[in-house]
């Protein structure tokens, strides 16, 4: 078996969004050597800024020259594919073979198979290893990581996941971390709705929002939404929950379509689909996804 991916073993990180920024920033704090590459310049200036000790590359290939894993933080599996294969520069081109690729973004996961696939024909390997806990949970290193791939790999990455998570779930082979992370959103995202639905039925008849929250979270309904997101986000209505309506939405249809392209009947899944994009259309893809609230309070 590989040696672990423990520091200061030199990783590329590909994607400093909203939370790939702040997984790097946990990996550099643990010691990892972090060469790091966005389709913004100022995203990297920002970052190697903060983290001198990061080295800014002018593409993913060059970020992956020498490394000895890469990760990417990317907004679609199409963009990931482009970043780690298909694109110019991209970072297959720089890797010694044998090497992992973590797709940490919420990817397809049947797109993930067949990038899986792609890399093995170039002999490099795959995990897929999204995330659940959004921005403040990447800043403290408590993100909970879905890990699909090889066991074998998996164990190699555990040490490297660890610095940005608290719990890595293997999950089976490869595809399966972003399928199970695809369903898990879909649980956040109908929970979240239905809070919601109950605060403005609730709130129309004359209840105090707050106490209902409190009632929620002392009884049956209690749920992350209950506890997380009504009264810092959803009754204040302030939205600023810093996970984008556009990123939810596309998870659900990513779930949506699994479902599809394996057969299994999920009405309550393409509802909710339906109903997520068409938020998004109302209210924008870069809303907080928390502002389902005023899109159901406005219909």
């Not at 590329?12 to 389709?39: C, E, N, Q, T, W």
């Not at 899986?116 to 993100?143: E, K, N, T, Y």
């Not at 997380?228 to 009754?235: D, E, L, R, S, Y």
Request: with cysteine; glycine share 10%; hydrophobic share 50%.
């Amino acid at each position: 078996m590989p040696a672990p991916l423990t520091p200061p073993a030199t990783i590329a990180f590909i994607g400093l969004g909203m939370m790939g920024k702040p997984m790097a920033a946990r990996l550099v704090a643990a010691g990892y050597s972090l060469r790091v590459h966005d389709a913004s310049q100022q995203a990297m200036s920002d970052f190697v800024g903060a983290h001198p000790a990061a080295l800014a590359t002018a593409s993913a290939r060059a970020a992956a020259s020498g490394a000895d894993a890469v990760i990417t933080m990317l907004p679609d599996g199409k963009i990931v594919r482009a970043a780690v294969l298909d694109g110019a520069e991209a970072a297959a081109d720089g890797l010694a073979p044998g090497t992992i690729v973590i797709d940490m973004s919420s990817s397809a996961p049947t797109g993930t198979r067949t990038l899986g696939s792609d890399l093995a024909a170039r002999s490099l390997r795959c995990v897929d290893a999204p995330v659940s806990g959004g921005v403040r949970r990447a800043i403290d290193g408590s993100l909970a990581i879905m890990a699909g791939g090889a066991a074998e790999d998996v164990e190699q990455c555990r040490p490297l996941l660890l610095a940005m998570g608290k719990s890595v779930f293997h999950t089976g082979a490869i595809g399966s971390g972003h399928a199970l992370k695809a369903l898990n959103n879909y649980l956040s995202a109908t929970s979240l709705l239905s809070m919601c639905e109950a605060l403005i039925v609730g709130e129309a008849f004359g209840l105090d929002p707050a106490v209902m929250a409190d009632v929620f979270n002392a009884s049956s309904g209690m749920s992350n939404s209950t506890q997380v997101k009504a009264k810092p986000f959803v009754i204040p209505r302030n939205y600023t929950a810093g996970f984008a309506m556009g990123l939810m939405s596309k998870d659900l249809r990513t779930a949506a379509d699994l479902a599809d392209q394996i057969g299994v009947r999920a009405d309550t899944l393409q509802a909710m689909a339906d109903i997520w994009a068409e938020a998004m259309a109302k209210l924008g893809k870069d809303a907080d996804h928390t502002a389902i609230h005023r899109f159901l309070a406005e219909r």
